[in-house]
T-cell receptor, first 114, second 117 residues
Framework: GENVEQHPSTLSVQEGDSAVIKCTYS??????FPWYKQELGKRPQLIID?????GEKKDQRIAVTLNKTAKHFSLHITETQPEDSAVYFC?????????????FGRGTSLIVHP | GAVVSQHPSWVICKSGTSVKIECRSL??????MFWYRQFPKQSLMLMAT?????????EQGVEKDKFLINHASLTLSTLTVTSAHPEDSSFYIC?????????????FGPGTRLTVL
């Protein structure tokens, strides 16, 4: 089955700095890579995703890059703000027709210091 | 994005009783729903995958007779924790697959915090 490794487990940055979270996956069949943000006591919220036919996607201060050959993808947050503090989860998913098989990383706790 | 609701948001029960948690997709049909368990400051642990009209597929180590899952319709899945014990206390989160055309997206419910006394 799929295995997703996420690093680092904890990331502490100063407000205004950039933050990068990296994930690697093992199954080359995975073709969908979403990122979720979970604030304390709340549900994971989809913040950005990328599909296997794209190498990079950007939405304001957040971006995701995908390297299919190396089987890794990363989340980039620029100009971090205290409200970016949360746990971020990556996922590698195989989706095709009736199949949808998600595998999540273990999460990264991002702390943005004012 | 699509909305997934979960009820109740929190529940406290006595040891030995059963608790049912409902998960609904409010504005889309979910052929597949997932149930996760999350301990404080820890990752999402997949418990089972349920497809509408068929039996749930449980992950290794999850007791199917203890965690009963029913996915009776395209918008509702239920998780029943039977004979609950204090070690079952946790945050349970459901998630639903939304398919639009050929594109899949996964949305999470707000979670249910279960405390077993």
């Amino acid at each position: 089955g799929e295995n997703v490794e996420q690093h680092p487990s904890t990331l502490s940055v100063q407000e205004g700095d950039s933050a990068v979270i990296k994930c690697t996956y093992s199954d080359s069949a995975s073709n969908y890579f979403p990122w979720y943000k979970q604030e304390l006591g709340k549900r994971p919220q989809l913040i950005i995703d990328i599909r296997s036919n794209v190498g990079e996607k950007k939405d304001q201060r957040i971006a995701v890059t995908l390297n299919k050959t190396a089987k890794h993808f990363s989340l980039h947050i620029t100009e971090t703000q205290p409200e970016d503090s949360a746990v971020y989860f990556c996922a590698a998913i195989f989706t095709s027709g009736g199949s949808y098989i998600p595998t999540f990383g273990r999460g990264t706790s991002l702390i943005v210091h004012p | 994005g699509a909305v997934v609701s979960q009820h109740p948001s929190w529940v406290i029960c006595k040891s030995g009783t059963s608790v049912k948690i409902e998960c609904r997709s409010l504005d889309f049909q979910a052929t597949t729903m997932f149930w996760y368990r999350q301990f404080p400051k820890q990752s999402l642990m997949l418990m089972a995958t349920s497809n509408e009209g068929s039996k749930a597929t449980y992950e290794q180590g999850v007791e199917k007779d203890k965690f009963l899952i029913n996915h009776a319709s395209l918008t509702l899945s239920t998780l029943t924790v039977t004979s609950a014990h204090p070690e079952d206390s946790s945050f349970y989160i459901c998630s639903a697959r939304s398919r639009q055309g050929s594109t899949d997206t996964q949305y999470f419910g707000p979670g249910t915090r279960l405390t077993v006394l």
